[in-house]
C-alpha cells in the first residue's frame, strides 16, 4: 500500500530548529520528486520546498524559507528531509509532504501536480 508519513513536528521557540522526515512506502521512491508544502489556519496551501527524484540534484525553495530550509533525500531510507532552521512564528502551520513526477528549480510546487500526499504533521512556532 502507497504510503507516506510525515514526522519531527512540534512546538519550537521563535528562532529554534526542527527536521521534519517523509518516510514513503510502496511505490518505487527513487523515481518520484519529493515536495514540501504546508497550510496554516484560514490560508491555502502553499508549496515550500521540492527535491527532484533520484539523486536530488535539482531543487526549489520558495521566497520565504530560502537560507533557513535544507530539503535532501536518502534514497536508501525511502525518506526525504526537510531541515527548519531559524524558525519564525510565521511558519506555523501543518506540513505536508507529497509525491510527483518532477521538482523544476525555478518552479514553485503546486499542490494539483502531487500524486500522493501524506497526513501531515503541525509544526508550531511560538515563545
Known amino acids: 500500500q502507497l504510503q507516506l508519513v510525515e514526522s519531527g513536528g512540534g512546538l519550537v521557540q521563535p528562532g529554534g530548529s526542527l527536521r521534519l522526515s517523509c518516510a514513503a512506502s510502496?511505490?518505487?521512491?527513487?523515481?518520484?520528486?519529493i515536495g514540501w508544502f504546508r497550510q496554516a489556519p484560514g490560508k491555502e496551501r502553499e508549496g515550500v520546498s521540492c527535491?527532484?527524484?533520484?539523486?536530488?540534484?535539482?531543487?526549489y525553495y520558495g521566497d520565504s524559507v530560502k537560507g533557513r530550509f535544507t530539503i535532501s533525500r536518502d534514497n536508501a531510507k525511502n525518506t526525504v528531509y526537510l531541515q527548519m532552521n531559524s524558525l519564525k512564528p510565521e511558519d506555523t502551520a501543518v506540513y505536508y509532504c507529497a509525491a510527483a513526477g518532477y521538482c523544476i528549480a525555478t518552479m514553485k510546487p503546486q499542490a494539483y501536480d502531487y500524486e500522493y500526499w501524506g497526513q501531515g504533521t503541525q509544526v508550531t512556532v511560538s515563545s
Open positions: 510502496g511505490f518505487n521512491f527513487d523515481y518520484y520528486a
Open positions: 527535491i527532484s527524484s533520484r539523486v536530488g540534484s535539482a531543487y
